[in-house]
T-cell receptor
Framework: GAGVSQSPSNKVTEKGKDVELRCDPISGHTALYWYRQSLGQGLEFLIYFQGNSAPDKSGLPSDRFSAERTGGSVSTLTIQRTQQEDSAVYLC????????????FGSGTQLSVL | AQTVTQSQPEMSVQEAETVTLSCTYDTSESDYYLFWYKQPPSRQMILVIRQEAYKQQNATENRFSVNFQKAAKSFSLKISDSQLGDAAMYFCALDSNSGYALNFGKGTSLLVTP
């Protein structure tokens, strides 16, 4: 595609429910990142995928968060048993996989946990 | 640990004027990269400018330039001839030791008035 695509754009859920957020990176980009942006805060790194290597999950805040990337392309971020503090914008980015290079971001998913 | 600090939560500038956004950082690395990203209301982060720490020359991209003071660990962004379309959140970011997971500041909201 022309850019990084994320869906849904907005998601409202009830506390305790599971949610899945989807990211479709730019074709040919081997690196994929998930960040979380809480209100009034900067971006918090969550997870990084690079090709077929094991992902760097060091930023995931709890074991309720998980992510996978199928076929080196589409990625899904899953949050189980959502809590109100999970409310945030979840941003996905992709790149060609070289260190310190430009990231291409999607428009994010605004998650609201009631 | 690496930190990025943006001390100006909000800034305002008149159209056609110049504004400078501040950023300070801390890192134990001698070689690293610094970035400014713009986030408009669409939420899609866009790279504005990138600076390599080992380069003495300040990076410039059209109306955007940086003042990189390595000894002071300062990385400010200057926007010249401000336009209404420059209104957005601006985030300063520093690469992590891994070279791919960026550390972001909390952002500066820039308002451009006619």
């Amino acid at each position: 595609g022309a850019g990084v695509s994320q869906s849904p754009s907005n998601k409202v859920t009830e506390k305790g429910k599971d949610v899945e957020l989807r990211c479709d990176p730019i074709s040919g980009h081997t690196a994929l990142y998930w960040y979380r942006q809480s209100l009034g805060q900067g971006l918090e790194f969550l997870i990084y995928f690079q090709g077929n290597s094991a992902p760097d999950k060091s930023g995931l805040p709890s074991d309720r968060f998980s992510a996978e990337r199928t076929g080196g392309s589409v990625s899904t971020l899953t949050i189980q048993r959502t809590q109100q503090e999970d409310s945030a914008v979840y941003l996905c980015a992709s790149s060609l996989g070289e260190a310190n290079e430009k990231l291409f971001f999607g428009s994010g998913t605004q998650l609201s946990v009631l | 640990a690496q930190t990025v600090t943006q001390s100006q939560p909000e800034m305002s500038v008149q159209e056609a004027e110049t504004v400078t956004l501040s950023c300070t950082y801390d890192t134990s690395e001698s070689d690293y990269y610094l970035f400014w990203y713009k986030q408009p209301p669409s939420r899609q982060m866009i790279l504005v400018i990138r600076q390599e720490a080992y380069k003495q020359q300040n990076a410039t991209e059209n109306r955007f330039s940086v003042n990189f003071q390595k000894a002071a660990k300062s990385f400010s962004l200057k926007i010249s001839d401000s336009q209404l379309g420059d209104a957005a959140m601006y985030f300063c970011a520093l690469d992590s030791n891994s070279g791919y997971a960026l550390n972001f500041g909390k952002g500066t909201s820039l308002l451009v008035t006619p």
